[in-house]
């Protein structure tokens, strides 16, 4: 014998139901991100190549590196 009623399963299934469609969303949002994260680095590279932002190249060199080591990984490697 269950100890939920039958309300109280088909509102736990409901429950579920919703967890999985906010997953999915969540999914289809996270995919919408990285699309246009893609999309602004093509953009990006093809402003650095063709060098059509003055100072953007200079800007890149000198920052690009800090920007691609996270402050956590320095941190770890502090620890160590």
């Given at each position: 014998?269950?100890?939920?009623?039958?309300?109280d399963?088909?509102?736990?299934?409901?429950?579920n139901?919703?967890?999985?469609?906010i997953?999915?969303?969540?999914?289809?949002?996270?995919?919408?991100?990285?699309?246009?994260?893609?999309?602004?680095?093509?953009?990006?590279?093809?402003?650095?190549?063709?060098?059509?932002l003055?100072?953007?190249?200079?800007?890149?060199?000198d920052?690009?590196?800090?920007?691609?080591?996270?402050?956590?990984?320095?941190?770890?490697?502090?620890?160590?």
């Open positions: 014998m269950s100890l939920l009623g039958g309300s399963l088909k509102e736990q299934q409901k429950i139901e919703l967890e999985l469609k997953n999915r969303e969540k999914q289809k949002l996270d995919k919408k991100l990285t699309r246009q994260k893609i999309l602004l680095g093509a953009f990006l590279v093809d402003a650095l190549e063709k060098n059509s003055d100072g953007l190249r200079e800007y890149t060199a920052n690009l590196l800090d920007f691609l080591s996270r402050q956590t990984d320095n941190i770890y490697l502090m620890q160590t």
